[in-house]
């Protein structure tokens, strides 16, 4: 099958530089990514094309990374030769950035050097393992045992995916499903192709077997039950209520953590393609099982937070905050592990807009960093800032800029332009009195809201009336007993 190119590690939308102030730790924040997989060094490698100010230890710590976790020799000499040039600029003065020269005196007379052992060994393993795995793939499609042959599809694939050949990975797994006997062999299929998606940008691939897997949970769940519904216990006074099953009971932690990870899978891909509002949804219907059984989510636990945080801000009014956000216990383990996110939704919520935007501007840099998120921050923050304008002039039939702008800690001018937008837009339904400096609603008198809604209907029963009038003229009168004319009785 054709796979759509995607880079590894999509290219950052603008260059971005990170402050002393900054509230940004890259190595605690890469410590919350997950290592087993090649999530951890994408990222570290999208953060170091995006910043020169944490490109030196993103860098360093890619190249750890992909030592261990992968056997990917073209990455590691890509992102060594990347390395190298950035040290080149410190040194030559081809780059400024404060916390890039910081981090260059720190580790000047002790830079990486590249490790020949590593690549030889990865190079050797990788081509006996692939041409291993190719060999027994053969004799399974010469046996004619779909098993094997779904097996060798998939170890083929993992073993692609750790080599860096992500489109290969794809077209393994997709061969496998031909072979798929169950369920749950397709679900196994799909959860691969959508990680490797993930990683290669694949939005629309994720989207597409998400669905697919959403579909195997479903017939696995039905097929373990022997598609019996087991009547709920009836638990009488002084009865003990029976113990569940430690089988069945692992069974359902296993099927809710898969079902929380296609949650999170989905709404990642909603986010790529814009859909700001499902992606919200998606995101905040995440549970908690996941973080403490399976394999965990295809997306560090802190990130889903952040997720779910824009687009909700974005997306939701401020009762769904409250509900879906505030309140939400599924959604309470990701915010604890960011705090400050919390905080900005807590200032939205209870309308302390200047306090919400200051937070979010102060750890804007974190979420330009986010290799799924970095194309959709200025949208987000756009739609937030809008939201907030209207809920904050919603309740007035008039105020003053200057109050306004005092609210949001802009100046007037800045408020005035955001004002005009809306309402050029359609948005807001009021006016500017530049003369005073006011914004003042346009709101209908309910009198003239009434009468105007009477004429209306009085002119609709008009028309319908006229109507009936013009479907009858010209029809003959027919009498009880009486034959139409052209026509001779029955007889």
Same mark, same amino acid.
């Given at each position: 099958?054709d796979?759509d190119p995607a880079?590894?590690v999509?290219?950052?939308?603008?260059?971005?530089?990170v402050?002393?102030d900054?509230?940004?730790?890259?190595?605690?924040?890469?410590?919350?990514?997950?290592g087993?997989g090649?999530?951890?060094?994408?990222?570290?490698l999208?953060?170091?094309?995006?910043?020169?100010s944490?490109?030196?230890p993103?860098?360093?710590l890619?190249?750890g990374a992909?030592k261990e976790?992968? !056997?990917?020799t073209?990455l590691?000499?890509?992102?060594?030769y990347a390395?190298?040039?950035?040290?080149?600029?410190?040194e030559?003065?081809?780059?400024?950035?404060p916390?890039?020269?910081?981090?260059?005196?720190?580790v000047?007379g002790?830079e990486?050097?590249?490790?020949r052992?590593?690549l030889e060994?990865?190079?050797?393993e990788?081509?006996?393992?692939l041409?291993r795995?190719e060999?027994?793939l053969?004799?399974?499609?010469?046996n004619?045992i779909?098993?094997?042959?779904?097996?060798?599809?998939?170890?083929?694939?993992?073993f692609?995916?750790r080599?860096?050949d992500?489109?290969?990975?794809?077209?393994?797994?997709?061969?496998s499903?031909?072979?798929?006997?169950?369920s749950?062999h397709?679900?196994?299929m799909c959860?691969?192709?959508?990680e490797?998606?993930?990683d290669?940008?694949?939005y629309?691939f994720?989207r597409?077997y998400?669905v697919k897997?959403e579909?195997?949970?479903e017939?696995a769940?039905a097929?373990?039950?022997g598609?019996k519904s087991?009547a709920a216990?009836?638990?009488?006074p002084g009865?003990?209520?029976?113990?569940?099953?430690?089988i069945e009971a692992?069974?359902e932690r296993e099927?809710?953590s898969?079902h929380e990870?296609?949650?999170?899978?989905g709404g990642?891909?909603?986010?790529?393609?814009?859909?700001y509002?499902?992606?919200?949804?998606?995101f905040?219907?995440?549970?908690s099982?996941?973080l403490?059984s399976g394999?965990?989510?295809?997306i560090?636990?802190a990130?889903i937070?952040?997720y779910?945080?824009?687009?909700?801000l974005?997306c939701f009014t401020?009762?769904?905050?409250?509900?879906r956000?505030l309140?939400?216990?599924?959604l309470?383990?990701?915010l604890?592990?960011e705090?400050?996110l919390?905080?900005?939704?807590?200032?939205?919520y209870?309308?302390r807009?200047?306090?919400g935007?200051e937070l979010?501007?102060?750890?804007?840099a974190?979420?330009?960093l986010?290799?799924?998120?970095?194309?959709?921050?200025?949208?987000?923050l756009?739609?937030?800032?809008?939201?907030?304008l209207?809920?904050y002039?919603t309740p007035f039939?008039s105020?003053?800029l200057?109050?306004?702008?005092?609210?949001?800690?802009?100046?007037?001018?800045v408020?005035q332009?955001?004002v005009v937008?809306?309402?050029q837009?359609g948005q807001m339904k009021?006016?500017?009195d530049?003369a005073k400096g006011?914004?003042v609603?346009?709101?209908?008198e309910?009198?003239?809201?009434?009468f105007?809604?009477? !004429?209306?209907?009085g002119?609709?029963?008009q028309?319908?009336?006229?109507?009936?009038q013009l479907?009858?003229?010209?029809?003959p009168?027919?009498?009880?007993g009486?034959?139409?004319?052209g026509?001779?009785s029955?007889?």
């Amino acid at each position: 099958m054709d796979i759509d190119p995607a880079q590894p590690v999509p290219h950052p939308a603008r260059r971005i530089v990170v402050r002393d102030d900054t509230p940004l730790d890259l190595d605690q924040l890469a410590a919350t990514w997950d290592g087993s997989g090649r999530n951890k060094i994408t990222r570290l490698l999208f953060v170091a094309s995006a910043s020169p100010s944490l490109a030196g230890p993103a860098l360093t710590l890619a190249l750890g990374a992909i030592k261990e976790a992968t !056997l990917d020799t073209k990455l590691y000499e890509d992102t060594f030769y990347a390395y190298r040039k950035h040290l080149r600029a410190l040194e030559a003065g081809d780059e400024q950035d404060p916390l890039a020269l910081s981090w260059f005196e720190s580790v000047k007379g002790h830079e990486e050097q590249v490790d020949r052992e590593w690549l030889e060994a990865a190079r050797k393993e990788a081509q006996t393992g692939l041409d291993r795995l190719e060999i027994e793939l053969k004799g399974y499609m010469t046996n004619l045992i779909k098993e094997s042959i779904r097996m060798g599809y998939r170890d083929l694939a993992r073993f692609q995916y750790r080599t860096g050949d992500l489109p290969g990975a794809v077209r393994s797994y997709t061969k496998s499903r031909e072979f798929c006997t169950t369920s749950n062999h397709v679900l196994e299929m799909c959860l691969g192709v959508i990680e490797v998606a993930l990683d290669m940008a694949n939005y629309a691939f994720v989207r597409n077997y998400v669905v697919k897997a959403e579909s195997a949970l479903e017939g696995a769940q039905a097929a373990s039950s022997g598609g019996k519904s087991k009547a709920a216990p009836v638990n009488l006074p002084g009865m003990v209520a029976p113990a569940q099953d430690p089988i069945e009971a692992a069974k359902e932690r296993e099927r809710k953590s898969v079902h929380e990870r296609l949650t999170v899978a989905g709404g990642v891909g909603h986010l790529g393609s814009s859909a700001y509002n499902k992606a919200a949804h998606a995101f905040t219907d995440i549970g908690s099982e996941a973080l403490v059984s399976g394999p965990g989510h295809f997306i560090p636990p802190a990130d889903i937070a952040l997720y779910a945080t824009l687009t909700s801000l974005a997306c939701f009014t401020r009762s769904a905050l409250k509900t879906r956000v505030l309140e939400n216990p599924g959604l309470r383990p990701f915010l604890d592990l960011e705090p400050y996110l919390r905080d900005i939704v807590r200032a939205f919520y209870d309308s302390r807009f200047k306090v919400g935007l200051e937070l979010l501007h102060k750890h804007e840099a974190r979420f330009h960093l986010d290799m799924h998120l970095a194309q959709h921050v200025d949208p987000l923050l756009r739609a937030i800032k809008e939201r907030a304008l209207l809920a904050y002039f919603t309740p007035f039939a008039s105020v003053s800029l200057s109050r306004m702008s005092s609210a949001f800690g802009w100046p007037e001018d800045v408020m005035q332009g955001a004002v005009v937008d809306l309402i050029q837009r359609g948005q807001m339904k009021a006016r500017i009195d530049q003369a005073k400096g006011v914004v003042v609603a346009r709101r209908t008198e309910p009198r003239v809201e009434a009468f105007r809604n009477a !004429l209306e209907q009085g002119e609709k029963m008009q028309r319908k009336a006229a109507a009936t009038q013009l479907r009858y003229v010209g029809r003959p009168l027919l009498f009880p007993g009486a034959v139409s004319a052209g026509h001779g009785s029955a007889d």
